[in-house]
């Protein structure tokens, strides 16, 4: 079983924790998660491998606890949207976030997890909290938007979420296998699209009564 050192009362994670984390993915990204070894990991957080251990016991550990806080800030991030602004617009600048402004590292490991997860459980464990985090931010955005009218009334909710997750799943895989992807253009088609699809995917309208 894998575990992670407590973090502090207030639930965040201490500086030890961080710096660690960071020095994973970077480790991770660079010789991949398989290859890399907890040794690598603690050289690259200027410690001990022994400190190592006192706060991850092992490179699993160390993935949940990389996802644990991907998951906590998308969280975080949803909290934030205003439900009387423009919520496509915010929508795309949250997503422009975490696709763009984030290293392609980020994707890389990305791409490693689920790999992962197709054979480990606890992985695709891992993987379903996180999309659960961004379903439920996604639902209560679009719930709002259609009430604001900003979407259609009839939006079929289900066609919607499953289009935007798949084009986000296609843009992290392009952005981890291609170097010379460029992802702002890739991010300016992915929300192109997603503006359009909200105005098409729509629900059957009910057969007319007849007389």
């Not at 929508?91 to 980020?106: A, F, N, S, V, Y």
């Not at 289009?163 to 170097?179: L, N």
Request: hydrophobic letters at 50%; proline letters at 6%.
């Amino acid at each position: 079983m894998t575990s992670i050192a407590a973090p502090p009362p207030d639930g965040s994670l201490s500086e030890r924790h961080i710096r660690i984390l960071d020095a994973a993915e970077s480790v991770f990204a660079r010789a991949g998660f398989h290859a890399a070894t907890m040794h690598d990991v603690a050289v690259e957080a200027g410690m001990s491998p022994g400190n190592l251990y006192r706060y991850f016991a092992s490179k699993d550990a160390i993935i949940a606890g990389m996802a644990e806080r991907d998951r906590a800030q998308i969280a975080a991030d949803f909290t934030q949207l205003d439900p009387a602004g423009a919520v496509l617009d915010q929508l795309e600048d949250l997503g422009r976030r975490h696709m763009i402004q984030k290293p392609r590292e980020k994707a890389i490991i990305a791409l490693q997890i689920w790999a992962e997860a197709a054979r480990n459980p606890a992985m695709a464990s891992m993987c379903a909290d996180i999309d659960e985090t961004v379903i439920g931010g996604l639902v209560a955005a679009i719930s709002g938007a259609k009430a604001s009218g900003e979407l259609p009334a009839n939006l079929d909710d289900a066609r919607f979420l499953q289009a935007i997750f798949m084009m986000a799943d296609g843009f992290f895989c392009r952005r981890a296998v291609d170097p010379q992807f460029d992802a702002a253009a890739g991010a300016d088609t992915l929300f192109a699209a997603m503006r359009g699809l909200a105005q098409v995917l729509l629900l059957p309208e009910p057969d007319e009564a007849r007389p």
